[in-house]
């Protein structure tokens, strides 16, 4: 049995980050997988990369702040206000930004890998977009139909993040041929749809939001013969040190960020 410990969106939030860390390792897990989305909005920084050293995920993907992370060291103007002020203080909070976004540059958008027989297509968001909300909590099975396109036409499973919802669902890669059509299990094509949601902030509002002050991730079992056991974790987390930290380094537009969570 392999167990793995995804986790995505972790936004500066180092303390959540630490709480999901220390659950994973309590729960044996075998191998890391990060989503994108490690900086910004929230305060913590250099503190988050090293973090992240520590946990060495195999698998990292670039996600939509990363980009604008890497947009603001060369092209900042392509930026609105808010994110330049944002990313301006990541950089500036950063030991070594420059060399940093080179590296984060390498990230894929989208990899696959294949554990005890089951084959898995990882992306922050699309497999060739990271940004954009074309798979929302709203969207429909045809829309999620894009994580399995082309060559990942032969994956089992897709895992994605970026909306901060955990959630999980089947599509039918066959539903187009159906129309109207009673569903019929010999001609479904299924196929199995996970998100982890976000370790640093958390949008799914059934649940509270924010107010639940807990740490999202997902710790995926996948047997020797491929059984597969998607467990939703969230973990408590102290909040109050994590708006903390964004009063005592100015963290720009820390009072929405404190009060909604959002800027
Ligand atoms: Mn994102």
Redesign the pocket.
């Known amino acids: 049995m392999t167990k793995i410990a995804i986790f995505s ?1 972790v936004h500066g939030n180092l303390t959540a980050l630490n709480a999901v860390y220390a659950d994973a390792q309590r729960l044996d897990a075998d191998d890391y997988w990060f989503l ?2 490690l900086f910004g909005p929230g305060p913590d920084t250099q503190t988050i990369w090293e973090k992240l050293i520590r946990i060495n995920p195999s698998v990292n993907i670039r ?3 990363e980009d604008f992370l890497i947009t603001a060291m060369s092209r900042r103007d392509e930026l609105s206000n808010s994110l330049q002020e944002i990313e301006s203080y990541v950089i500036q909070h950063l030991a070594y930004p420059r060399e940093l976004c080179h590296l984060l540059s390498d990230w894929p958008l989208h990899q696959e890998v294949t554990i005890n027989g089951v084959r898995i297509g990882l992306s ?2 699309l497999p060739d977009s ?2 954009g909300d074309a798979l929302s909590v709203r969207a429909e099975g045809s829309d999620l139909q894009a994580l399995f396109m082309n060559s990942r036409q032969k994956l089992d499973l897709a895992i994605y ?2 909306i901060h919802h955990p959630t999980m669902r089947y599509i039918d890669l066959n539903a187009s041929l159906q129309k109207g059509a009673q569903f019929d299990y010999a001609k479904a094509d299924e196929r199995l749809i996970l998100n982890p949601g976000s370790v640093g902030l958390p949008f799914d509002t059934p649940t509270r939001g924010y107010k639940e002050r807990r740490a999202e991730y997902l710790l995926l079992e996948v047997g020797t013969s491929g059984e597969l056991d998607p467990q939703f974790r969230r973990v408590p987390y102290d909040l109050t040190k994590t708006f903390e930290s964004a009063e005592k380094q100015r963290l720009p537009f820390r009072e929405s960020y404190i009060n909604g969570f959002h800027v």
Do not use: E, V
Request: charge should be negative; glycine fraction near 16%.
């Open positions: 969106d994108g989305d996600g939509n702040w922050h968001h990271n940004s993040a970026h």
